[in-house]
């Protein structure tokens, strides 16, 4: 069984700051990349950002492209998401997830295996 745990959410004001953190416990697996998703209410599960361990080659969606920053660890399959000048279109549940294939993309859902629980990110304004 693999578990990936989530940390750090919580309540900022617009223009602050908050780092999330994913770690993953149980069975031991090589994760090919780690990724961040986030759901708000009445809107479905989107992408956020990702790093694949190859190249330790990095992706965003647009919308967080300069203000958020994730990085990991391959060894130890944890992955953090460093989210800044937070806005209130960010307030959402953050999920961690973690990929066991080799893919040339890893932007949806479908790309990866494992998902934690969620942790739930409001930004006010």
């Known amino acids: 069984q693999v578990q990936l745990v989530e940390s750090g959410g919580g309540l900022v004001q617009a223009g602050g700051s908050l780092r999330l953190s994913c770690a993953a416990s149980g069975r031991t697996f090589r994760s090919y990349a780690m990724g961040w998703f986030r759901q708000a209410p009445g809107k479905e599960r989107e992408f956020v950002a990702h790093?694949?361990?190859?190249?330790?080659?990095?992706y965003y969606t647009d919308s967080v492209k300069g203000r958020f920053t994730i990085s990991g660890d391959n060894a130890k399959n944890t992955v953090d998401l460093q989210m800044s000048s937070l806005k209130p279109e960010d307030t959402a549940v953050y999920y961690c997830?973690?990929?066991?294939?080799?893919?040339?993309?890893?932007?949806?859902?479908?790309?990866?295996?494992?998902w934690g629980q969620g942790t739930q990110v409001t930004v006010s304004s």
């Open positions: 790093i694949r361990w190859s190249g330790a080659y990095t």
């Open positions: 997830a973690a990929a066991t294939s080799s893919r040339t993309y890893y932007r949806g859902p479908a790309s990866y295996d494992y």
